[in-house]
């Protein structure tokens, strides 16, 4: 681990952190320090260590350019390119050296032209237009050349001319003429410019300023008018080795700044001066050597010293404390600064590489930092539930137990027995006597008014059941305590009256099924959100339930973790993104990654008073911008202790304060007026091989095009969404235009691989968005070309086209006697294997339509001859009688004397209606052990008597096994179909409901359908 001098003055950054900016920090060695600059704003410093960036000695300049790139200029490997995820070297095919690689500053100017100073090898720029580079040297028979090989920095100004401050004087390139260099002052030698080092240079207004090694010059941009300055009077400076060299000045919050080893100076208009920065707290303290001074956020400057990083006031022009003295890293020489749109801070330094700040939002702050050392570990544990009581108290549940912190602030904690079975708890709720249920997947505990954690059985008892988990509560107020039991049902119970009311028994069809979210609206109705069955409301007023089918007909519903009222409106969540839909007409909005949410799975959503809509996902937390439809997302660059938020988990502290539960811990919302916009971030193409051939460096980043030459079969594109806050959740999808119809999946990976490219034009749409959910400006749109061989150009079809005319003919000609040969075999073999083919397909259809166990029909079978069958009748208006019958108890058959005692079971069913029923009449297995009979010409009553038959037959005819004789019965459904009734669907509907009756009347009965049923 690579160490930064002072680390006795850092934290070690959690490890949590590292979830999801591991592409950002490439295997960063990591020592930070908390950084006091705004409320909620920390600074965590890492040195680069990877491969490329690990042996970076010195960096001299950091650069952002338009699109968002950051480049790095140093003595080892002279110029790297930073995309978010990795380092690149830029020099290798650039720079035309056989020496080291020692890039001292480097620009892109407006018309997208890099240009390089190096330490040595002169400057050098490189046009991505034409895919060439240019250098200039010093070339002492040449006025205009460059006047040292040791450029020092470079400055583009408001007319687009390019300022080059070397060692010995200054160059300008004019853009109409970039191949072109101009020597400043190159006829006047004795001028103070001629032979000076320039260390740096800004531009304001008309004048350009700047740093040297001779005090600070002010000139307007023509060169006619120079003045020169000096920060300290030469009595106050005598003292100090190279007092007049100045090393850096800055245009920062209006003013000019400039700084040396004398320290920092600001100056004043007003005076015609400059102006001293002091330490406030300690106003005889020495000053620093400053190389860099950098603007920042919030009226301040960023400082690189000879001794670590300060910070000035820039409103009130005086150093202020950073952490535990004076400034940060200290003994690290800092000589390069960036702060990128973020607040992050790039700094480069000599002989200690590059070091990255990360600015630490703390949106969130763990809600462990306010509990006391001994429950700090318990507070990094899952938080799956949470409460604020009405006395102000705040609960919070961890795996086996629950924690409270009282009003003044004093924590207690439960824990479950062993014996409970206790690994979650799933919700909290307040009753109106105070006392403190707690749902949980060992049953429903209480905390009672004397703080003593007990099991409640009950209810259970009331319902004659063995304790189930139970997965939600809801207080109804003056009404009773519902409880959601795990493949069973929604529970009402009122503890001081022994009653309980069973409802949503549905839940007991399907294994697994139970409710995730409770939640009453303004009309009186507690909506259910079950993980199977679907939506539900049961009215509070008269216990009515109703389902709500929400689902496209041909799909199940989907699994509903919430159920949010908004307004006659609800919120769902689902396993397939947020649903805003209006029950009553099923129109819904649907939102999901595309919009910014973290991910596809929602696991809640909570309405914060301030703060607006938040929605809660296993990746992290979104809040939904007001009056958009966009989501910003939070993670743990944001101060979240976890990303897996809990369902459940959400609550206002006493505070009034957002608090949610994570996979780690819970954490509470710093501050509610959070920003409302946020910088769309860029995305770009980052990397290109073709082949082996790196051609990243050939391309022009504001243009881009790919030409590919025949036999070019390998293309490997590489994209980035330059956004530092969280690069590893940054996600981007691809469309490759005439190949791919739609967008492929969102997804993080970034590299995407095309082999075999048909000739032709394409074009590849990248569209990308941050951490934080937000879309780039624009997509990237990259045109490819792929061009075609010589083989594959049109004149080279259009000979082959006559050759092969030529030959065609000549072939027929051979051929026509063969042929007739051949077509007389050929047609033998056809017939005989046109017979064979005939016969497998009447036995494919008799498969497809007839049940194998039993070989009666099938679903498929039925369906089609009974669409036959009601035609013909409809036509001769007669009448049709539908049965559906259902072996009683046949589940427990199969448990009590296994599957293949109840094939046979089936099988006699079967033989049982081939020989009872009529030659007209179609019947089937429909599934499982259901059966359905049509009767051609029954009426109702006809009907009726035949299944009393058949019912007494099964009664009567027990299926005899090697050891035990099975009875069995049936429960028995008529519908009497007319001539011009509705389709089978809807008599299904109506057999399947008298059906129903008959079980529900005691099963091993027939039913006859009547209208009054649906009532």
Known sequence: MAMIPGAEQFRRWFPDALTGVTALVLGLAMLSVVLPLQAGSLFDFERFSDQLGGRQSTVYDIFEDRLGFLWFSGDTDGLLRYDGYELMSWSEGFLATETRQNVSTQIINRDGRLWVGSWGNGLQYWDPVNRRYIQFLLDPNDPHSLADNRVQTLLEDRRGRLWVGTVAGINIVDPSQPDRLTRFASDQPDHPLFRQRIWRMVEQGDWIWLATSDGVFRMDAEGDSLERFELLDRTAAIDHERSDEVRTIALAHGRIWAASQLGAFVWRADRSQFEQVRFVDNPDRGMPRINELLESRGQALWVGAHDGLYRIDAEAAVFVPLADGDQLIPDVDVRALHEDEEGNLWIGTRDQGLIFGRRQQQTFAPLRDAMPSELSETGRRLSSALLTDRAGRLWTSFPGGVLRRDEAGQWRSWQFEARDNVRRVERIVEDERGWIWLATDGGLFVIDQADQLRPETAVFDLLGVGVLPVSELWVEPGGCLWLALWHHGLACWHPQRDQVELLLTELQQTRGDSIYQLVADERGRLWAATRYAGLFSVGLADRSVRRWPLAAEDRHEPSYYCAVPDNGHLWLCTGDGLVRIDPETAQRQHFGTEHGLPAARISGLFQHPVAGRWVLTPNGLARQLPGSERFVSYGLADGLPGLGLQRNAVTLDPAGRLLVGTNRGAAVLQNPRLPMDYRAPQIVLSRVWVGREDLTRHLDPLRPELRLAPGSRDLLLQFAVLDFHDPGRNVMRLKLEGLDEDFGPLTTERSIRYVNLAPGRYQLVADGWNSRGMRAEQPLMLSIIVEAPWWRLPWVWALAAVLLLVLVWLL?????????????????????????????????????????????LNRRGFSERFSSLRQTRSRAGQVLSLVLFDLDHFKDLNDKYGHDAGDRVLRQVAAVLRESLPASALAARWGGEEFLIALDGFDTEQAVELCEQLRSVFR??????????????????????????????????????????????GRDRVRVYQSQLES
């Open 812 to 856: 027929i000609q051979v051929r026509l006697s063969a042929m007739r040969f051949a077509n007389a075999r050929l047609k033998a073999m056809v017939d005989e294997r046109t017979r064979a083919l005939a016969d497998a397909n009447a036995q494919l259809r008799t498969q497809s339509s007839q049940d194998f166990l039993t070989g009666l």
């Open 956 to 1001: 009567n005819q027990p299926v005899e096994i090697e050891d035990a004789s099975i009875s069995f019965t049936a429960t028995f459904g008529v519908v009497g179909i007319e001539p011009d009734d509705a389709s089978l669907e809807g008599w299904m509907r109506q057999v399947d409901r008298a059906l129903y009756e008959g079980k529900r009347a």
